[in-house]
């Protein structure tokens, strides 16, 4: 089975996650558009700067580093925006995975405590 270039582009841009992403800003819809459009839509997601823009609401907190706003087909630029926006991502997670482990321990904590005081009184 032969698949086109265009035939993948198509497939990536109606996935579920994309498809959530256009909802969210200006990449709109990819029901009626031709390969051309596809593409633009493709580039814009892969430069970084809109990505970066829905994590930035998902977790306003600052990054150290400054995201290329031109990228102009860079590659370099492009890494550079794609390796800021994982770092931001892990960093949110590895902040909430720890904050509901913390929240968890806590609360194993309590029942132990609540545990032990009732078998000091009995």
């Not at 256009?22 to 633009?40: A, K, Q, T």
């Not at 860079?74 to 720890?98: A, E, G, K, P, W």
Request: net charge negative; with cysteine.
């Amino acid at each position: 089975m032969d698949v086109t270039l265009s035939e993948l582009l198509a497939t990536f841009m109606e996935s579920p996650l994309v498809v959530w992403v256009r909802m969210l800003g200006p990449l709109g819809s990819c029901g009626d558009v031709g390969s051309e459009e596809r593409v633009s839509m493709f580039m814009e997601l892969v430069d970084g700067v809109f990505l970066h823009k829905i994590m930035t609401h998902i977790d306003p907190s600052p990054t150290n580093q400054r995201l290329n706003k031109n990228v102009n087909n860079d590659v370099s630029l492009r890494l550079h925006n794609l390796t800021v926006l994982t770092r931001h991502i892990r960093t949110y997670y590895q902040v909430c995975i720890c904050t509901h482990c913390a929240d968890r321990e806590l609360t194993n904590c309590g029942r132990f405590m609540a545990h032990a005081d009732q078998s000091l009184q009995h």
